[in-house]
């Protein structure tokens, strides 16, 4: 193997900006590498991979100092044209990167502008090579997100680079399909040899997929390390808001000194270890710890005889829309359900089952086709949007959509101070100090973190206070830390409400957060079942097209029933045969 | 009072109308063509009515473009917006005419320029609801438009449905949030709620597009696009066809045929 990128000594500072963005890095990737770079927000991540398609310094005129070569080529000689036919960049927000109509046009895109006389035949070998070529005429804004992501690639691939740098590849788009992407990197990787650059923050695709780790830290390499060895070092990613993978997590919760890369592996190396249930992790001991909604006084176990106050109901629901043909595309059949006071609702599907659909008819904001949705008592139909706005309140999944106003306080106060409610001033303040947001509150709500815009989004719904709040994919594209903050909020918060319905692809959400399942599919409830059911059931994580937490197949793995739900669970369900004899015998 | 899913005349209508209008989804005669000779066939339509002052020839030439109108599978969003401008357009120049006390020729001769607009107004709506971007910023190029024009148009068109939806998105946000009050005398207090709120939404969109064009930039940067040498590739995938030399032949014998119509039929 030999280096495809050499990096000598590099410094960068963006115009104007204090201070350097990158300082002092020295990096060499050798060919046919697949690097993870991780790091903080802000370590300087983005702008290192910026520099090697020559983006730095020739399209961002900063200072720039040292030495750049990509496959010998010296970036600062060169230009951003001729080292993207070396270098493909895929973007997180990848949609933006999306410019043609049509899937085809969008690939044959920079071979046409290079002026490339065989551009349909990389296109087509692109779009072979992903398994995208049934696409090929469909309008970019049909696709789905992991559909969308695959073009963008494939727009890169036919420029046949030897390297690409995907950004946070995770970050957009679902579980399944952040795999199938992966999958397919492999596969570039290992059969084409193409060097891939990936910026990640999830340990668990790190461990699984990546053959070397550069960690970033305040805009230099801490160190560069085969993967096995990186993963090791749990307590050091840790601290970079890297946290381990939950097997990791799970191995270092019996004090074994172990680095797994899939769940097959952690528990083989358990059942050598010797880990087993403990006698008091019964069905019962987890009822306990199961949560629910502070106003729910009953039982949460659903029965025929549920006494608790029905929010919503739809009964016989049907649903659709026109397609661009004009037919009409049906997405809901005959759905009937009840959401009851107390109920944490997780709404799970593949894309296109109908989540958003079924949150929407729930709110009024939409009325159904078929059948009908009752909302506290009302009718959707008999009522307009913006009275059942004072019932539920649906927040959208991009939180920049809900900034109206200049300021997080004033689109807080938006929707109390326009009902004219005494108290307004004194609600916005007692959510804002809620969400933990009172700091941020005279600023823009597009200038916050990823983590404070969803808490923002959570601060309008509060303040409408509704009896049903509904959320669409609040932990989608987070970090780790923020999703695990949004969770712990989510779960705060629940005492404001009657009940909460959240569409989500987030198993760590529905595993930590939810009581209750709806898994849509085929047009209809597929399952109405506890979190627990829906990971026991492969029929269930099938169709539903989830993947369950690590923790939780890890479990299955074991034969561990109740299968834990989180790392805490774990820890009270599993102990190792010979250290679980020690406490007994100093009990 | 009772809520239903419409399938014409909502939100969701208008969008699947313009990107059905954008694309040209309908088909139709001239979707088969090649852009460079609908853009000239629709030239010729657009300058012929001008040439003449016959009443006869102006209606033929009317009905020659509302038959092709009819070939081109318009939509109705389109087709209605025409209607309303053609019949508010015919009823001011009878109210003109006669609220300045001219007499049936003053109303004639305004009548002759209504027609002549509508014919021009029908041939564009033919030609441009059957071109889809892509055909017609490559029919610019070959006629040596600046690349970043041709690119515009096609972006431009790529845009399109992304910003309605986010307009409707924002839009639903500011109708349930915002202070709610009386419908006023014929709703139009309601009316003038709404007008600001459309307003009002250009705020947060500006802003969210703001912040996704930067990707979009750099991305065109870093797949050749400064770099256009893509000119000829593009214009080597037209063809002119038998179809589109048919197409315009008939149309010019039409037109012909319109004056010569002209020539010996008169009106009053």
């Not at chain 1, 979190?531 to 299955?556: C, H, K, M, N, Y």
Request: hydrophobic share 50%; charged share 20%.
């Amino acid at each position: 193997m030999s280096a495809i990128i050499e990096i000598d000594r590099l410094s960068f500072r963006y115009p104007g900006a204090e201070r350097d963005s990158l300082r002092n890095v020295c990096l060499t990737i050798e060919e046919g590498d697949f690097v993870a770079v991780i790091g903080g927000n802000g370590s300087g991540k983005t702008t290192l991979c910026k520099t090697l398609n020559g983006l730095v310094p020739h399209y961002w005129e900063g200072d720039f100092a040292g030495e750049v070569r990509v496959d010998g080529v010296d970036t600062y000689e060169s230009s951003v044209a001729a080292l993207s036919s070396t270098v493909g960049y895929v973007y997180q927000d990848f949609q933006n990167q999306l410019v043609r109509p049509r899937v085809r046009d969008e690939i044959e895109f920079g071979p046409t502008n290079f002026g490339m006389s065989d551009y349909a035949e990389r296109a087509q070998q692109a779009m072979e090579m992903l398994g995208i070529a049934h696409l090929a005429d469909r309008f970019v804004w049909q696709l789905s997100g992991g559909q969308a992501h695959l073009t963008a690639l494939a727009s890169v691939l036919a420029m046949r680079p030897r390297i690409i740098v995907v950004d946070e590849p995770v970050a957009e788009v679902d579980p399944a399909g952040a795999h199938a992407l992966y999958e397919r990197l492999t596969e570039l990787n290992q059969v084409h040899g193409i060097t891939v650059i990936v910026i990640e923050h999830h340990a668990e695709f790190i461990a699984q997929y990546a053959k070397s780790v550069v960690l970033m830290d305040d805009g230099a390499p801490v160190w560069h390390l085969p993967a096995p060895q990186a993963a090791a070092r749990a307590a050091e990613l840790a601290s970079h808001g890297i946290p381990a993978p939950q097997i990791v997590a799970a191995c270092e919760g019996l004090d074994l000194a172990a680095a797994p890369r899939t769940v097959e592996e952690a528990a083989a190396v358990l059942r050598t270890a010797g880990a087993r249930q403990r006698d008091s992790w019964t069905a019962d001991a987890v009822a306990g710890s199961v949560p629910r909604l502070a106003s729910s006084e009953v039982d949460p176990a659903r029965t025929d005889g549920d006494e608790r106050r029905p929010v919503a109901v739809a009964s016989a629901v049907s649903h659709g829309y026109r397609s661009v043909a004009g037919d009409l595309l049906p997405v809901l059949s005959g759905v009937d359900l009840t959401i009851r006071a107390g109920d944490r609702v997780a709404l799970v599907g593949g894309n296109g089952a109908g989540k958003s659909t079924l949150m929407r008819l729930l709110c009024g904001l939409q009325v159904p086709r078929g059948g009908s949705v009752t909302l506290d008592g009302i009718d959707t139909k008999k009522s307009s949007a913006t009275r059942l706005a004072e019932h539920a309140a649906y927040l959208f999944q991009r939180p920049e959509q809900m900034f109206l106003k200049d300021s997080i306080r004033a689109d807080v106060r938006l929707f109390p101070a326009g009902r004219k409610r005494d108290d307004a001033d004194a609600l916005v303040d007692r959510v804002l100090d809620r969400v933990r947001l009172s700091d941020f509150a005279d600023r823009d709500g597009r200038t916050l973190s990823g983590g404070q815009q969803r808490r923002a989004t959570l601060a309008i719904g509060l303040a409408m206070t509704p009896s049903l709040l509904l959320a669409d994919e609040p932990t989608a594209s987070l970090d780790v830390a923020s999703r695990d903050s949004v969770i712990a909020m989510l779960d705060e918060l629940s005492g404001a409400i009657a009940a909460a319905v959240v569409a989500t692809h987030d198993m760590h959400l529905v595993a930590e957060w939810a009581t209750r399942v709806i898994v849509l599919g085929g047009g209809g409830v597929l399952a109405d079942v506890t979190p627990l059911e829906l990971f026991s059931s492969d029929a269930l994580l099938e169709g539903a097209r989830v993947v369950p937490p690590q923790i939780t197949a890890l479990g299955r793995a074991l034969g561990i029933s109740p299968a834990p739900l989180s790392v805490a669970q774990w820890r009270e369900a599993v102990a190792l045969t010979d250290a679980a004899a020690r406490m007994e015998v100093r009990a | 009072m009772s809520r239903k899913t419409r399938d014409v005349l909502s939100v969701e209508w208008v969008k699947l109308e313009l990107i059905r209008t954008a694309y040209a989804t309908r088909g139709g005669l001239f979707a088969k063509m090649d852009p460079r000779m609908v853009i000239s066939w629709y030239l010729i339509l657009a300058v012929v009515p001008w040439l003449t002052h016959d009443l006869v020839t102006i209606i033929a030439l009317f009905g020659l473009t509302a038959v092709s109108a009819a070939l081109a599978r318009v939509g109705p969003l389109v087709l209605g917006l025409f209607l309303i401008g053609f019949v508010t357009d015919f009823a001011y120049a009878f109210g003109a005419a006669w609220v300045f006390g001219g007499d049936h020729e003053t109303a004639l001769a305004l009548v002759e320029i209504t027609l002549k607009l509508a014919t021009v107004s029908l041939a564009s709506i033919a030609a441009f609801v059957s071109l889809d971007p892509e055909e017609l910023s490559t029919g610019l190029l070959a006629w040596k438009a600046p690349e970043l024009l041709a690119f515009g148009v096609s972006y431009g068109y790529r845009m399109m449905p992304i910003l309605f939806e986010e307009f409707g998105t924002v839009f639903t946000g500011l109708r349930l949030r915002s202070p709610q009050g009386p419908r006023g005398f014929l709703g139009m207090r309601a009316l003038w709620r709404w007008g600001t709120w459309a307003v009002q939404a250009f705020y947060p969109i500006f802003l969210n597009t703001a912040k996704s064009v930067r990707t979009t930039v750099e991305s065109l940067e870093t797949r050749g696009f400064t770099a256009a040498q893509g000119r000829e590739l593009r214009i080597a995938q037209l063809r002119i066809g038998a179809l589109d030399v048919a197409v315009v032949a008939v149309t010019l014998v039409a037109v012909v045929g319109a004056f010569e119509l002209g020539a010996v039929v008169t009106i009053a």
